[in-house]
């Protein structure tokens, strides 16, 4: 895959017998030949990657991608999976070649069953999130995966990048599909399976971008839905006061709180200014904001705990203002706030995503010099600061607005990246350009990055998984 | 490894060179050769298995591991590595050829460090689990694994047996350190390097059973110590009453509860008869029993909402009997209680444990048809059931007691498994025998069985680490 402007939409080099092998499998519905009608797939949703594909396909079931696999196992045609297409890093996008094809799993979309009394719920890959959400509550219980492209983003997706973090997919999950890369297909749903030790093979494939072969359907972890939740809104001038706000409700609240969604101020300005339908939730300007959810019914209404909290930090100096969920309206409008930053930034401009994991400790001192640096090297680029507060990980995006796109160039952005990345080295963290797939790897020591091709190298002999992403 | 009865102990062959180069490395206080001292090592805790082996060594630290491995891989010496040795599947027990050398890791017991601000642990694998507890508590956090064995098992061991199950090691561990087999030292202790998706080598360690390379330390997530834990013991008539009735806290107390230990009657009454010091919780005998913590203080003091809902499941008629753990000398009588239950059997004869995950759903009709399977092929032989009530997985001991040795041999008791794992498989389930390790590559669909040997085949080609094991 290529920036966008370096490699322009063209359509696919023919290739008739990979074609005419596919179409017989899975017929007119499940191949997209069109050049205009296969535009959408070979670009990602923010238009960051543009690639081309010898075709488009797209199976109905795990059958038919089986036999697709087959056929790309026997002419070595590789292949980029693809969900809802709403990745930050490029991983679903095809690479400028034309010899890829793209297997969709948008066909795939069926909720297999829902098991309330053992707490699991069994969908394909292709299955959005937002349905999977909905489900679960529809049968009285929860799916705890919360994102903000959860409307268009597929289970398969999540499971491929491991949405979510640490406590994300991999707790969720209980089972996997999964067509290996010769197409035979590993039924591994059944959770009985891994409950007597031994390797598991699952937690290998969540995370693994498609390099490993194609997951098909997924036994997902449901909970009991809480019988209350309680969410608020704060605004603090410092950022060590929200570190320490969390400490002492993991602490009072046993598992609470369920979210404690981090935002620096410009990252609430900036979707409130370009995301239509968006509120502010505090009257005052604050440098870090934090959504807050706490669930659980421990104190009958349970507002009562989180209320005491947020009382005292408040008594302390530590917050400077507090609104409360009170209403189900207002609780939306906290979630649409958190989860319109996405789409803020596609509309602001030129965003450059770092992927940022800090020590607690540090996360203070690591914004507040990142901020320094920037007010030095291009004090008109905004740097916006959000993530999950609970294990430290931040996403920092420099944002070139549209006035100054002619003064800061790319490689002033890069540079600027270079340097957060220093400085978060610095506190003891790291940092990934968000659109860099293969970073992990070429991250790690020596050694693991051998480990991780051996594997590869075992699992995918041909190399026809996602070349040319984490691998 | 062989029954204990087959393969009695007997010295092992001199090897010569493989002695003088390994005591090179770890000198006098890392070899141990005498016979007598060595028998300790080559027999399992419980005495079900009894190996040889070529010698025994104890590396100090990861260094002296790391040198260990690479004359193992020159040598091609297969390697067994043992920790507190208190394992119940004999994964640490070497073979009886004389071949293998025990790599024990009770010399590497530092405790490297306590970041309570950042909720990290780094820990030798020879640390026990009841001193990374008391570092934790010392530190003001807690670390959620608790296990009959902490005083003696390690941390590398629980890592290696995957300890805990579902809710277990894998979301406990952060990083982890590895010597692989040829000795290269593979540093994956800081987790920042795992923040950033791709492949999670981590998760593929965990529970590798030592077949894969040695456990050195690892990175541990520590809890903030919560400001208070209910704890009470229950007595019902009815299984189903209890599956309930986790239900209910689960959705009544969030993150709650903390622990949720079921016991038969027949498992409580056999650790009262057979453990010095441990006292009856309840005054009446119940049929199904269970050890509930709940964490947390949503509740101000949290007893508030436990005692609710035990008191509406009493009135439901559900429970038979309720004890609160209103003193700390009565909550540790709970857990002795609990803890003992593997003495207990170790005490009262010839136990075949097996392990069984089920559906919750169908956990009470299991264990009844599993009793009436019993009384009609062995009247004799006593069924205990106890295990983690959370996800379904429950430890089903068949107890030969003394009186009837004779009348009940191997045979007949063999035969009983096969029933229970039949009964399993008929209710949606699994079982296999506790001491069978290689139980589940075997029982996995072929397809899962191939990938895992093509693993194992990448990262030890030439089969050194645990032979016979899990592979």
């Known amino acids: 895959m290529n920036p966008a402007h370096d490699a322009p939409a063209r359509p696919a080099a023919p290739h008739a017998e990979l074609h005419r092998r596919l179409h017989a499998i899975v017929g007119d519905a499940g191949l997209v030949h069109d050049a205009l009608a296969q535009a959408p797939y070979l670009r990602d949703w923010q238009g960051r990657w543009q690639g081309r594909a010898a075709l488009v396909v797209r199976p109905a079931d795990t059958a038919q991608t089986s036999a697709v696999m087959r056929v790309c196992h026997e002419t070595h045609t590789p292949v980029v999976t693809q969900g809802g297409n709403t ?7 095809p690479d400028a070649s034309g010899a890829q094809i793209v297997l969709h799993t948008g066909r795939m979309d069926r909720i297999r069953g829902v098991d309330p009394v053992n707490l699991t719920l069994l969908a394909d890959a292709g299955v959005t999130l937002a349905r999977v959400q909905q489900a679960a509550q529809d049968a009285g219980r929860s799916f705890a995966l919360r994102l903000g492209s959860e409307a268009r983003c597929t289970i398969g997706g999540n499971l491929a990048t491991n949405a979510g973090g640490a406590t994300g997919m991999r707790a969720l999950t209980l089972g996997l599909e999964v067509v290996l890369p010769d197409g035979r297909v590993w039924n591994g749903l059944d959770r009985r399976h891994q409950d007597h030790g031994g390797l598991d093979l699952r937690q290998l494939l969540i995370g693994s971008e498609g390099a ?3 997951i098909t359907a997924a036994t997902l972890r449901l909970q009991p839905r809480p019988a209350a939740v309680a969410t608020a809104w704060v605004g603090a001038a410092q950022l060590d006061a929200l570190v320490a706000l969390q400490d002492a409700l993991r602490a009072r609240c046993g598992g609470c709180p369920a979210a404690f969604e981090l935002m ?14 968006t509120r502010a939730p505090l009257a005052g300007r604050h440098a870090f904001q934090a959504l807050i959810a706490c669930s659980g019914t421990c104190a009958g209404p349970l507002a009562g705990p989180l209320q005491a909290v947020l009382a005292e ?3 302390a100096g530590a917050l400077g203002e507090v609104a409360f969920g009170s209403t189900p309206a207002k609780v939306q409008d906290f979630w649409r706030l958190r ?3 996405a789409e803020a930034q596609l509309r602001a401009g030129r965003t450059h995503r770092h992927d940022v994991w800090l020590p607690l400790s540090r996360l203070s001192a690591f914004v507040a010099q990142a901020g320094a640096v920037l007010q030095r090297q291009a004090p008109d680029v905004r740097l916006l600061c959000f993530g999950h507060l609970g294990d430290g990980s931040l996403h920092c995006a420099l944002l070139a607005p549209d006035a ?3 003064a800061v160039d790319d490689t002033a952005l890069q540079a600027l990246g270079e340097a957060l990345h220093a ?5 003891g963290g790291s940092a990934v350009a968000a659109q860099d797939l293969d970073a992990p790897r070429r991250h790690a020591h020596a050694i693991e990055a051998d480990l991780l091709m051996r594997i590869k190298q075992a699992l995918d002999p041909n190399h026809l998984m996602n070349p040319g992403k984490v691998f």
């Not at 990745?87 to 996008?93: F, K, S």
């Not at 620096?264 to 339908?277: D, F, K, M, N, R």
């Not at 400085?423 to 506190?427: D, G, K, M, R, Y």
């Open 87 to 93: 990745g930050l890093r490029g991983g679903a996008t």
């Open 264 to 277: 620096s101020g410009e990252a609430v300005a900036l979707v409130l200014a370009q995301v239509p339908g």
């Open 404 to 406: 100054t796109r002619a």
């Open 339 to 341: 989860q319109g930053i």
């Open 212 to 214: 490993l072969g194609v």
């Open 423 to 427: 400085l978060a080295t610095e506190h």
């Open 313 to 315: 930090a408040s008594a």
